[in-house]
């Protein structure tokens, strides 16, 4: 007798096989969430160059194909085709448009994906995005409007220009360092108006000196033009500092916090002149991007009145330890003696933007002026203001001190453009002032 084929044998593996099926398609289905895709940027204007990143994501049975194509005017062009032979649960990329046939203005990008997930049971495996970018090739056109940009090794310098477009990032270049340039309001769009504060610093001599407008549309397409200038050498002061035992234990006890493991106060003394130093520089540049787009300084700056100077922007200082030179610094101040603890009038219109201790500064105060343009009241004794305080010339801010490395009481005073420290005498110079920035801005 065949019995095999009724027997509990057979039902035991149709039981089996159903149990299999049902949790195999168990499996193949549950994945009910389609891929996930994203696109960055996503909205605005891109250049040919600009990256755009295209992620996607299916945590189910992983993605099976995805497509991406660009649509302009009716025309579908592939960008990239991919098959996912291991189904794998995430895929990025980096697209570019260089190379493809786009032309400036709209387009659209689509992005579809499918998982892994069972075919044909409807949309559920499948996803579709789209996007409307616009295409933009063309860096943006500079006119300068300001002519005769005379700059002196420390000092500063303004340029006015304008811009066929809008502009992201933009100011002007030197060497490494980046002055922004701000857009002046009241100005109509057809007119982008921008003006840059920036400096010939007093570390780059003439030969050295190529100033540079940088400008960046919205799209990423970068413009360079260089600005025509006449540029000064200016020879600086060497000066000798003593760096006495008395001086180490008066005034170290202040910094020992910074560097507890330095072995002696004069260890603590270089930490200081050097690190803290650069810190507390790096820190200036932060604050000076704290602006106001538009000035807010009336005419020249005030110098502290009835002050002795008793030291120069630009100095070159050698400090001696028991006749031996230790270290080397420029000094990027004036520092003015007048009477203990007197009072500082503000150099100028503007806002608090910074008091409290700031490293070799001491208790300091910085009151932003407008254009990346700041003033610098370092080692103070007292501050009578607030941050975000709205302060004008001659008022009352505080009072000088020897807080911070300073030997004795004094002020030192500091003009900064972008928060590099330029040479604060063209700021007290009515006459200079005129020529070079004022007289540009139409003030
Ligand atoms: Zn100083």
């Known amino acids: 007798m065949n019995n095999t084929k009724s027997g509990p044998k057979f039902k035991l593996i149709l039981i089996l096989a159903a149990v299999v099926l049902a949790v195999g398609g168990y499996f193949l289905l549950r994945d009910t969430d389609p891929p996930a895709l994203s696109l960055l940027p996503n909205v605005g204007r891109v250049s040919p160059d600009t990256v755009l990143t295209l992620k996607a994501e299916d945590l189910g049975l992983g993605l099976k194909d995805l497509e991406v194509r660009l649509v302009q005017k ?21 697209l570019t448009l260089s190379g493809t046939e786009i032309l400036e203005g709209p387009f659209e ?14 949309q559920a495996g499948r996803s579709r995005l789209v996007r409307n970018l616009v295409l ?11 002519g005769q940009h005379n700059l002196n090794q420390g ?67 970068e413009r360079l033009r260089a600005i025509p200038v006449h540029a000064n050498a200016r020879a600086f002061r060497l000066s000798k500092i003593n760096v006495s035992d008395q001086f180490l234990e008066q005034k170290m006890p202040e910094f ?34 704290d602006t106001s787009p538009t000035p807010m300084w009336e005419g020249p700056f ?28 420029t000094h990027l101040g004036i520092d003015l003696a007048s009477v203990k603890n007197a009072p500082i009038p503000a150099a100028n219109n503007g806002m608090v933007v910074h008091t409290g201790y700031l490293g070799i500064y001491g208790d300091a105060l910085i009151i932003d002026h407008g254009l990346g343009l700041q003033s610098l009241y370092a080692h ?43 040479q604060p005498r063209e700021w ?13 801005l139409g003030r």
Not at 258 to 274: C, I, Q
Not at 308 to 322: I, K, V
Not at 428 to 440: L, Q
């Open 74 to 94: 009716g025309k579908r062009t592939g960008l990239l085709a991919k098959d996912f032979a291991q189904g794998e649960i995430r895929f990025s990329t980096d």
């Open 109 to 122: 990008i689509e992005i579809e994906a499918r998982d892994r997930s069972l075919y044909p049971l409807g």
């Open 136 to 146: 933009d090739a063309t860096p943006p056109r500079i006119s300068v409007e300001s």
């Open 155 to 221: 000092g500063s310098g303004l340029v006015v220009y304008k811009s066929d477009e809008d502009l992201g990032r933009t100011g002007v270049l030197v060497g490494e360092r980046f002055f922004p340039g701000y857009r002046q309001t009241g100005d109509k769009d057809q007119n982008r108006v921008y003006a840059c504060l920036f400096a010939m610093p007093y570390d780059t001599p003439p030969a050295e000196f190529n100033p540079r407008i940088v400008a960046r549309d919205l799209a990423g397409n």
């Open 256 to 289: 020992r916090k910074f560097f507890p493991n330095a072995p002696s106060l004069l260890d603590v003394f270089l930490k200081v002149n050097r690190e803290l130093r650069v810190e507390n520089r790096a820190r200036l540049k932060e604050i000076g991007l």
């Open 302 to 329: 005030l110098r502290l009145p009835n002050s002795a100077t008793m030291a120069g922007f630009g100095d070159r200082r050698e400090y001696l330890s028991q006749g031996k030179m230790i270290d080397e610094q």
């Open 380 to 422: 103070l004794s007292e501050t009578a203001v607030n941050n975000g305080d709205n302060v004008s010339q001659g008022q009352i801010i505080g009072r000088t001190g020897v807080s911070g490395l300073a030997g004795g009481d004094h002020l030192h005073f500091g003009i900064l453009v972008s928060g590099l420290p330029v």
């Open 428 to 440: 007290w110079d009515a006459t200079w002032m005129r020529n070079n920035v004022d007289g540009k």
